[in-house]
């Protein structure tokens, strides 16, 4: 905060805004534009792990298995975001706190479902209520990561699916050929070389997780979005000391110019890892780099 921030009815138009921008609830919605790209940075690769795992179950040779990869990337991809997000947080914390209840408090005598209310001993409950608030925005945060992993870790995994299915079948049958194992082909000729089909496809998700940050504020985590809504909206001067109309425009219009912006970054990252993993293979972008450089 400016030191001449003292009295704001006094300053200059662009002394006012300087201090209006640095009040201590304009520095949360600084601060949610790192949880934003700490939750982008956390989640990807969690997503990424939950989708090979799952693209490598559906196409086992182990029956089970194979049945519980498919039925995670059909359930996953046919419920929508919203649905899930709401009631796979509700679902993870009774869980939680039901599985802490149980060896928490051995001696409860009541039932835990009481009608429509769930009901545990304070001992169980996630997080304690006398826990600091950081232990609360921590362990909501925690599920979100979850949660956004689990739904985009489906769609990674349709897409590592159709990747790993894209590898021509005469490369592995030549390895197996060659003596090599099953297991020595899925990780030496399938899974290197799956990448290239798969990148377009994960790129394209990339930009939908990056979209898909708003849903933060339905998982109890706030935002960019709500602190533009927050902030934005009509503030008088009985309230605050830097009264002013309703500004929401204004604060949407910048967060479309930080999502356009970190979207133009991405696709020039995403760009040029595509062409270090088309260099040398026998794919259309492959051909296009061999043309240029003949």
């Not at 109890?220 to 979005?225: F, R, S």
């Not at 605050?240 to 930080?258: C, E, I, K, S």
């Not at 970054?265 to 595509?274: G, Q, W």
Request: aromatic letters at 16%; a positive charge; glycine letters at 6%.
């Amino acid at each position: 905060m400016f030191s001449f921030c003292t009295d704001p009815s006094t300053l200059p138009d662009w002394q006012w805004m300087a201090c209006y921008l640095t009040t201590g609830k304009h520095m949360s919605i600084y601060w949610s534009v790192l949880t934003v790209l700490t939750l982008l940075a956390i989640t990807a690769p969690i997503a990424l792990l939950f989708g090979f795992g799952g693209a490598s179950a559906a196409r086992s040779h182990f029956a089970p298995l194979r049945w519980l990869g498919q039925t995670y990337i059909s359930i996953v991809r046919g419920v929508p975001e919203i649905a899930f997000f709401l009631f796979f947080v509700i679902a993870l914390d009774q869980i939680i706190e039901y599985l802490r209840h149980k060896v928490k408090c051995p001696d409860w005598s009541q039932p835990i479902w009481q009608g429509n209310d769930f009901v545990v001993c304070q001992a169980a409950k996630m997080p304690l209520g006398n826990a600091p608030q950081w232990v609360h925005e921590t362990y909501g945060f925690s599920i979100a990561i979850l949660t956004f992993a689990i739904v985009y870790g489906a769609f990674a995994a349709n897409v590592l699916f159709g990747a790993m299915r894209a590898v021509p079948h005469a490369q592995l049958e030549t390895a197996e050929a060659y003596g090599m194992t099953r297991r020595q082909t899925y990780w030496r000729v399938l899974v290197p070389q799956m990448w290239v089909y798969a990148l377009p496809g994960l790129s394209n998700l990339w930009m939908v997780l990056i979209k898909a940050t708003p849903l933060l504020f339905l998982l109890g985590v706030e935002d960019i979005v709500y602190w533009a809504r927050e902030l934005g909206g009509t503030k008088t001067p009985r309230f605050t000391d830097y009264p002013h109309g309703d500004w929401r425009m204004w604060y949407f219009l910048a967060l479309l110019v930080f999502y356009l912006a970190f979207t133009r970054v991405s696709e020039i990252v995403l760009a040029r890892i595509m062409a270090r993993l088309t260099h040398g293979q026998a794919t259309a972008g492959g051909e296009a780099q061999r043309k240029a450089t003949a």
